[in-house]
T-cell receptor, first 115, second 110 residues
Framework: GAGVSQTPSNKVTEKGKYVELRCDPI?????LYWYRQSLGQGPEFLIY????????DSGLPNDRFFAVRPEGSVSTLKIQRTERGDSAVYLC?????????????FGQGTRLTVV | QKEVEQNSGPLSVPEGAIASLNCTYS??????FFWYRQYSGKSPELIMF????GDKEDGRFTAQLNKASQYVSLLIRDSQPSDSATYLC??????????FGTGTRLQVFP
């Protein structure tokens, strides 16, 4: 596609429920990043994929968070047993190769609200 | 110490002035540096990147990098009210992940 696409744009869920957030990167981009952004803060790194594999998942806050990218394109961020503190905008970005000297482009984000 | 530090602002400048936004980073091995603009309620938009020491100009924007001082800045010339936004500095180090600062809010008043 022309840009990074994230769905849904908004998600309201009850505490304790499971949610999935989807990211469709720019066609041909091998690197994909997930970030979380709270109000007044910069994007907080969660996980980085190079192809199908998670090259760096050091930002995932705990084992309730998991992400996959089975075919090296679309990625899904999965959150189990959601908590109110998980409420944030979840941003996905992709870049052509990842690593140094490659620019990353963001999707419009998914605003997650846990009530 | 945060990996990427920015003054949260707000930085207020009059229309037509030069806005200077600054960023410091802690990982001396960092190689790539990016500036993103984020309007309220929107996602970050890449506006500049710089990989080598010195200045890089693109229209009204100039990015400046000093690796010895671990410092990167963004200058916006002839600032316009439409430049009012939060500017995020991002650094890509040896680990290949982009680390962001908290952003500087810029306000350009007519």
């Amino acid at each position: 596609g022309a840009g990074v696409s994230q769905t849904p744009s908004n998600k309201v869920t009850e505490k304790g429920k499971y949610v999935e957030l989807r990211c469709d990167p720019i066609s041909g981009h091998t690197a994909l990043y997930w970030y979380r952004q709270s109000l007044g803060q910069g994007p907080e790194f969660l996980i980085y994929f190079q192809g199908t594999g998670a090259a760096d998942d050091s930002g995932l806050p705990n084992d309730r968070f998991f992400a996959v990218r089975p075919e090296g394109s679309v990625s899904t961020l999965k959150i189990q047993r959601t908590e109110r503190g998980d409420s944030a905008v979840y941003l996905c970005a992709s870049s052509l190769f990842g690593g140094e000297n490659t620019e990353a482009f963001f999707g419009q984000g998914t605003r997650l609200t846990v009530v | 110490q945060k990996e990427v530090e920015q003054n949260s602002g707000p930085l207020s400048v009059p229309e037509g002035a030069i806005a200077s936004l600054n960023c410091t980073y802690s990982d001396r091995g960092s190689q790539s540096f990016f500036w993103y603009r984020q309007y309220s309620g929107k996602s970050p938009e890449l506006i500049m990147f710089i990989y080598s020491n010195g200045d890089k100009e693109d229209g009204r924007f100039t990015a400046q990098l000093n690796k010895a001082s671990q410092y990167v800045s963004l200058l916006i010339r002839d600032s316009q009210p439409s430049d009012s936004a939060t500017y995020l500095c991002a650094v890509n180090g040896n680990t290949d992940k982009l680390i962001f600062g908290t952003g500087t809010r810029l306000q350009v008043f007519p």
